[in-house]
């Protein structure tokens, strides 16, 4: 795994732990010292984690610095597959728009009939 991979990974796992914490970018960037788009360029990999931040988040989080370096595969590996579908669901509609919630919603009726 080289350099940009790991900056990635960590990021992605920034990222799933502020959504499972249901936490801003703005708020994490408030604990952190730092802005809510350095927090965003640090989710998407753009701004590697120094020492420091990764030592913070992992109090902010409460997480082993660890948690930060575990590639997705590894988080989901001893767990029910339908909790962790639900998991990425959650996480996935946090930053939908209260329209697209809807449609959400709406389509799950018609979902369930086609079983």
């Known amino acids: 795994m080289n350099n940009q991979e790991i900056v990635t990974m960590i990021g992605q796992n920034v990222y799933r732990l502020r ?9 994490l960037g408030e604990l952190l010292g730092v802005t809510q788009g350095y927090v965003r360029l640090i989710e998407r990999g753009k701004r590697g984690v120094s020492p420091k931040y990764l ?14 370096y575990a590639v997705m595969d590894d988080l989901t590996k001893g767990h029910d597959p339908l909790n962790v579908l639900k998991g990425q669901i959650g996480v996935s509609i946090q930053d939908m ?3 697209e919630l809807h449609f959400i919603i709406d389509m799950i009726p018609r979902l369930k009939s086609l079983r």
Do not use: G, R
């Open 19 to 27: 959504k499972l914490n249901k936490m801003s970018a703005k708020y």
């Open 55 to 68: 030592l913070t988040l992992s109090k902010i989080f409460d997480v082993p610095v660890s948690e930060f």
């Open 97 to 99: 728009s209260e329209k």
